[in-house]
């Protein structure tokens, strides 16, 4: 490990260098995928980097986001639990602890293998019923500002996790279902002292303090956040978890949780969750939407919810350690088609065997990695949606990664940066819908876990922005606390229609499930079966490139975890070629423009995990690997 704990003390210092001297700065219907105009903004702000040394361990590990969380799963596992009975403690520490990415209020994707299949388990929001594709449309048919659809109860999608959670619980827990709260509801009652990173971005966030309940638990009375160390209990929190303890999803799906929800997505104060009548009449004219209004959530939205199971999307990859199996998430989350395209893409490249210069791929590399990137993300904007309402293209969403497509759009990469790019047409698919225009993704957290029984997950659970829709839920103003609520519906196309009419797959519909870019990945030896790595990130449309680059540098330069992980962060999204501030030598971003590229440099604050099969001193043991840009670590046996 020591070559690790040496690239992040390195990382560390030209990230710091990097603030410091302040040098960091940096038409729907016509088929083609148009470059943002502007940066790309990230998920969730950045905060301290503290280098990590990464992880051994013999028999089991957890890693997660926050200290607290990831010891909370070990505890559990050291108890008899399976892996599946730590990951449910992990999310309910935090939806404490970390609660401006994840928690009860939110929904996540859970990747599983028992030893012999693997399974992939939904606990994606939901739409409401009555919601119409004119949701995120004003009374003059266009777009609302991201930010204003955010910060509202219309962007609040019906939660899913604790649904999902339970769902695999019932096949896959071992302890009751009870006990893998009590760390939580230990934690709320106690208190736990405020990190670094959760101090900063409460002091950065312009808009959580508009909510009271939320400004009450968070700040001073002066509008300060409290400080780092501070002892922040919620009372409310630990009532709520009880009452999910004791009486499974229902506790929050229904009665005074399932009450209070509601009526702080219907009462906000600025943009509550409802459609206007003159809206849905004047889409309705314009042929943009059904006609009908919409109207908020209701309690009859909560009490339907069902998680799901769907058909974990495997697929082969070449890489120069091993032949490998490579399970991802299907649709509605694009982030298993996307990892696989872009890893499929630029293994057809002159690229496949380049090797690092230093501690950071070559200008080369970048290039070959950003044109497969933008081929694979305007498939991504053509063709991903949920499939309970959309079909794949050619009737099987493995098309998109199918050799003979993957050679033919492998060709489209050239010397220079594309001028444009353009969906394909895997399996002669001849789509009617309109590309998804380019639109702000962000938040979540990612957990991976192997117990000693032979059990693994990778789950990455989301309240979509950082604070979500920064609505805070209490059933009693007089106990302190509670938990926060989803944006995750802005995950949904603002724009449901190109100016001819044609559909874009990832519109909002009632009941629908808004598309992901969540990519919780679990990768096996494609001959013997064994299980290798569980790995993920938070990132919103990035979570795409965190995955691909630690996937890559495990796999094809033999790094360690920890090592793939500290690597520098890059990504496009169809515009700029994003490259992490401070990481690259000038006259890398010098050839990436001589080739064409508009590059901008920025702080990417990835929270990536990985735990990997290894060995040490002859014996087989779990190397973890924790992201330096956040406050996670890998705990276990």
């Known amino acids: ?379 991504r904007a053509q063709y991903v949606a949920d499939p309970d309402f959309v079909a794949a293209p050619g009737e099987q969403w493995l098309s998109l990664l199918a050799p003979a497509y993957l050679d033919q759009r492998a060709r489209l990469i050239g010397d220079k940066a594309a001028a444009s790019v353009t969906h394909g047409q895997p399996g002669g698919a001849v789509s009617a819908w309109a590309p998804m225009p380019a639109q702000p993704e962000y938040g979540t957290s990612h957990i991976s876990i192997v117990d000693a029984r032979g059990n693994a997950l990778s789950m990455t659970t989301t309240i979509e922005a950082a604070f979500g829709a920064r609505l805070m839920v209490t059933t009693d103003p007089s106990r302190p606390g509670g938990f926060l609520l989803n944006n995750q519906l802005t995950d949904f196309s603002f724009t449901p229609r190109s100016a001819e009419g044609r559909p874009v797959a990832n519109r909002v519909e009632p009941g629908k499930r808004p598309r992901s870019s969540m990519s919780p990945t679990l990768v096996f030896d494609r001959h013997t079966g064994e299980l290798l790595a569980s790995t993920g990130s938070p990132g919103g449309a990035f979570i795409i490139h965190f995955t691909a680059k630690t996937l890559h540098g495990m796999f094809q330069w033999g790094l360690t975890p920890q090592a793939a992980i500290d690597l520098p962060n890059i990504g496009t999204l169809g515009g700029p070629l994003m490259l992490e501030a401070g990481r690259f030598p000038p006259a890398t971003v010098q050839a990436l423009e001589q080739r064409g590229h508009e590059v901008r440099e920025a702080p990417m604050p990835s929270g990536l995990q990985a735990i990997q099969r290894g060995t040490q001193n002859g014996h087989s043991v779990w190397l973890g690997g924790a992201d330096p840009r956040r406050e996670g670590i890998v705990s276990g046996d």
Not at 56 to 67: C, W
Not at 220 to 227: E, F, K, L, S, V
Not at 304 to 333: M, N, T, V, W
């Open 1 to 379: 490990m020591k070559n690790s704990t040496h690239r992040s003390h390195r990382f560390a210092l030209a990230v710091l260098l990097c603030g410091l001297l302040s040098a960091c700065a940096g038409s729907p219907g016509s088929g083609r995928l148009t470059a943002p105009p502007a940066t790309p903004p990230q998920p969730e702000g950045a905060s301290a980097i503290t280098a990590k040394p990464g992880w051994v361990h013999r028999r089991q590990a957890v890693a997660a986001a926050n200290p607290l969380a990831a010891e909370a799963g070990a505890h559990i596992l050291r108890a008899g639990g399976s892996a599946v009975d730590a990951a449910i403690a992990v999310q309910m520490v935090l939806t404490l602890v970390e609660p401006q990415s994840s928690g009860i209020g939110g929904g996540a994707f859970l990747l599983h293998h028992d030893g012999q299949r693997v399974q992939a388990f939904d606990g994606r929001e939901t739409a409401p019923a009555a919601a119409t594709e004119a949701l995120f449309l004003n009374d003059q048919g266009q777009p609302l500002p991201f930010a204003t659809a955010v910060n509202s109860g219309r962007s609040v999608g019906v939660p899913g996790a604790v649904a999902m959670l339970a769902m695999a619980h019932k096949e896959h827990g071992r302890l009751p279902w009870a006990r893998l709260f009590e760390p939580a509801i230990s934690l709320a009652d106690k208190g736990f002292a405020v990190s670094q990173r959760l101090h900063t971005l409460l002091k950065d966030d312009a808009t959580l303090r508009n909510d009271p309940v939320a400004k009450a638990y968070f700040y001073r009375a002066d509008g300060t956040p409290h400080p780092v160390g501070h002892v922040l209990r919620n009372p409310e929190l630990a009532h709520v978890l009880r009452q999910i303890a004791a009486n499974g999803p229902p506790a929050l799906h229904e009665g005074a949780v399932a009450r209070a929800i509601v009526a702080k997505v219907q009462q906000h104060a600025g943009l509550p969750g409802r459609v206007s009548a003159a809206q849905g009449r004047s889409q309705a004219s314009s042929h943009r939407s059904p006609e009908g209004k919409g109207t908020p959530m209701t309690l009859g939205d909560l009490q339907r919810y069902q998680p799901k199971q769907r058909e974990a999307l495997c697929h082969d990859h070449a890489a120069a350690q091993r032949a490998l199996r490579i399970c991802g998430f299907p649709p509605p989350s694009s982030g298993a088609l996307a990892v696989g395209q872009i890893l499929g893409l630029l293994s057809r490249t002159p690229s496949a065997a380049a090797a690092l210069e230093g501690d950071a791929p070559s200008a080369n590399w970048l290039h070959h990695y950003a044109e497969a990137s933008r081929l694979a993300f305007a498939d």
